[in-house]
C-alpha cells in the first residue's frame, strides 16, 4: 500500500514500507564500508549493516546518502522511533531532498499517524511537485482518513446508509486498510492488497497548423466519344519522373534524432548551469506541476539549478516515441550528480514541434 523510497535520493524506486532493493550502482558508493552496508541489508543482516553505516558515518557524518541509508536500515530493525529521527534531521539539513519526508509519512503511517504522514507528504510535493510516488502515498493516506470519519459518522449515526456505502466502497478499495505496513524482503517493487489510483493521461498538445497538400493539377478529362491519338514521334518522350516519397519510418527516424537532440541539449544546459538557455527548452504551454504558475515554477527551478557549485546530468537509455508530426514523449533514465547528491530516477517527457522546433510540454519523474 503505501511506497517507501529506499536508497537513491531524488529518485523513484518504489516498495512496501522498506524494500531491501538497495540497487546502488558502484558510482553512488563512496566508501567500502557504505558497499558493505548495502550489501550486508540485502542480505538480511540489519545488525551488521547497522555497524556499517556507523563507521562509514564516523568520517561523513553529513553524508545524505549515509544518513538516509541509516534511517531505511533503523526501519527494517523496527525501530521507528529511531527511523524517524534520522529522516527528520535530513528534512531539516536537505530540505530540497523530498524522499525523506516521503519515507517519514509512511513511518507515521505504519503508527497510524495519518496526519502527521499527510503534512510530510505536502511537504515533500512541495519540494518536489511532479514526485509520483508522493502523490501516490497521499491518496492513501486521504483513503484512510476518509475510512475514520466515515468509522466516526457511523459511530454517531448508524442508520446513515451513505456513510455505509461510502466506507465500504472504501473497503473493497483497500481490503487491508486497517493493517500496517510492513518491510518486505523482495528485491522488486511491490504494493499491498490496493491498486494505485489510474494515472491521468497526459493532455494531448494542440496540433499545430498544417500546411495544405499541393496535388499537381488533373487534365480535363477527354469527351467519350473522342478517341485517343495515335502515338506520334513527338509524343514518345518519357514522362518526367517524380520524386521518390521519403519512407514513414525513415521520415520518424530523422524526427526521433531530432527530439533526442533536443533533450540531450536541454540537459546540457542544466549542467552547464545556463539558466536561461535550460527554460528555453520548454513550450510556452507547459504544464508547470501541482497547477504551479509559470513564472514561480521557473523561479524555483533557478534557484535550484544556481545553488549547487557543479552539476551533472546525463540521459541514459533514452526510448523516443513519435505520436504523430507534432508530438514525441522520451523516457528516460537521468543520472544527477552535485555537491552533495548523487542520484538516478526515470524521467518521461512529452514534447510538441512548434516553429520547427521540438519542446518541452511536460515532464514527469517515475515510470
Known amino acids: 500500500m503505501w511506497k517507501y523510497i529506499t536508497m537513491t535520493l531524488y529518485s523513484r524506486l518504489p516498495a512496501v514500507l522498506l524494500a531491501s532493493a538497495l540497487l546502488l550502482a558502484p558510482m553512488m558508493v563512496r566508501a567500502d564500508d557504505m558497499q558493505d552496508a548495502s550489501r550486508l541489508l540485502r542480505q538480511g543482516q540489519q545488525a551488521q549493516a547497522l555497524e556499517k553505516i556507523n563507521q562509514f558515518l564516523s568520517s561523513k ?26 529522516f527528520t534531521k535530513l528534512t531539516q539539513d536537505y530540505p530540497e531532498l523530498p524522499e525523506p519526508y516521503n519515507n517519514l509519512a509512511v513511518l507515521y503511517a505504519a503508527q497510524g499517524q495519518y496526519e502527521k504522514a499527510r503534512q510530510s507528504l505536502e511537504l515533500s510535493i512541495r519540494t518536489h511537485p511532479s514526485y509520483a510516488t508522493a502523490y501516490e502515498n497521499l491518496g492513501d493516506v486521504y483513503t484512510k482518513l476518509a475510512s475514520q470519519a466515515y468509522d466516526k459518522a457511523l459511530q454517531l449515526d448508524s ?16 481490503p487491508a486498510g486497517n493493517r500496517a505496513p510492513r518491510p518486505s524482503p523482495r528485491t522488486e517493487p511491490t504494493t499491498i492488497a490496493a491498486a494505485p489510483a489510474p494515472k491521468a493521461a497526459p493532455p494531448a498538445p494542440a496540433p499545430a497548423p498544417k500546411v495544405a497538400e499541393v496535388k499537381p493539377p488533373t487534365a480535363a478529362a477527354a469527351p467519350a466519344a473522342a478517341p485517343a491519338p495515335a502515338p506520334t514521334a513527338a509524343s514518345t518522350a518519357p514522362e518526367p519522373k517524380t520524386a521518390p516519397e521519403v519512407p514513414k519510418d525513415a521520415a520518424k527516424n530523422g524526427e526521433s534524432e531530432k527530439v533526442l537532440k533536443t533533450v540531450r541539449s536541454w540537459a546540457a544546459a542544466w549542467a552547464s548551469k545556463d539558466v536561461k538557455a535550460y527554460l528555453g527548452y520548454y513550450a510556452k504551454g507547459f504544464k508547470a506541476p501541482n497547477g504551479e504558475a509559470r513564472g514561480e515554477w521557473e523561479k524555483g527551478r533557478a534557484q535550484r539549478i ?18 504523430d508530426d507534432n508530438s514525441a514523449t522520451v523516457t528516460f533514465r537521468q543520472a544527477y550528480r552535485s555537491d552533495h547528491i548523487n542520484v538516478s530516477s526515470t524521467k518521461t517527457l512529452v514534447l510538441i514541434k512548434a516553429d520547427g522546433h521540438w519542446l518541452i510540454l511536460q515532464e514527469r519523474v517515475g515510470s
Do not use: C, H, M, W
Not at 557524518?61 to 534520522?86: C, H, S, W
Not at 442508520?159 to 483497500?174: F, G, P
Open 159 to 174: 442508520s446513515n446508509t451513505s456513510a455505509q456505502t461510502k466506507l465500504s466502497l472504501i473497503r473493497d478499495l483497500v
Open 61 to 86: 557524518p553529513r553524508d545524505p546518502q549515509g544518513r538516509f541509508l541509516k534511517g531505511l536500515i533503523l526501519a527494517e530493525q523496527n525501530k521507528a522511533t529511531e527511523a524517524i529521527e534520522v
Open 306 to 323: 544556481n545553488a549547487p557549485k557543479k552539476i551533472e546530468v546525463s540521459v541514459e537509455s533514452p526510448k523516443v516515441s513519435i505520436k
